[in-house]
T-cell receptor, first 111, second 115 residues
């Protein structure tokens, strides 16, 4: 059972453009929603995270938008750069401290 | 601060052989996870330890996979016998439960190829 659904599978954006990745979940017991960035040959690294009592969180060029009623959250990358080219995973954590990951989005930023 | 260490980085074995992966988490991190990441997919939780006790192993294929965390520090994940579908990257992650920041710190993974 896929706990967290992520789309799109791949994304190509021009440099300076906005990248948007979407995720949806079903389990209302999830209490923490992180986004991880993964480069080839490396483990995922935390990019930004949000708790369900907040609708938006911004850190630099990265913003999470969270819609609790719709059980959806998204990552927005403003002014996308070639260095942002990586795979992005959304995730959700339950109260048992287990993390469930989406299927990933491969982002390519074209110079 | 040293990160999560994993070894070996790469392993190629024939089906039905056995393999073991080792993980050393960040010092002081009580919670340790093993994830399986198949090419093109997201990490899938195999097992979660809190100190040296198992918290969740519901998705661990126990007929062939086993894991232990002796003394609540290092952990070993073993596969015996391996199947073709076990080809994946095995990621170890740790977190500091008391801080409750929710951040998982991942190692670089051990890539397994089963022929």
């Amino acid at each position: 059972q896929q706990q967290v659904k992520q789309s799109p599978q791949s994304l190509i954006v021009q440099k300076g453009g906005i990248s948007i990745i979407n995720c949806a979940y079903e389990n209302t017991a999830f209490d923490y929603f992180p986004w991880y960035q993964q480069f080839p040959g490396k483990g995922p690294a935390l990019l930004i995270a949000i708790r369900p009592d907040v609708s938006e969180k911004k850190e630099g060029r990265f913003t999470i938008s969270f819609n609790k009623s719709a059980k959806q959250f998204s990552l927005h990358i403003m002014d996308s750069q070639p260095g942002d080219s990586a795979t992005y995973f959304c995730a959700a954590r339950n109260t048992g401290n287990q993390f469930y990951f989406g299927t990933g989005t491969s982002l390519t930023v074209i110079p | 601060e040293a990160g999560v260490a994993q070894s070996p980085r790469y392993k190629i074995i024939e089906k039905r052989q056995s393999v073991a992966f080792w993980c050393n988490p960040i010092s002081g991190h009580a919670t340790l996870y093993w994830y399986q990441q198949i090419l093109g997919q997201g990490p899938k939780l195999l097992i979660q330890f809190q100190n040296n006790g198992v918290v969740d192993d519901s998705q661990l294929p126990k007929d062939r996979f086993s894991a232990e965390r002796l003394k609540g520090v290092d952990s070993t994940l073993k596969i015996q016998p391996a199947k073709l579908e076990d080809s994946a990257v095995y990621l170890c992650a740790s977190s500091h439960r008391r801080m409750n920041t929710g951040e998982l710190f991942f190692g670089e993974g051990s890539r397994l190829t089963v022929l």
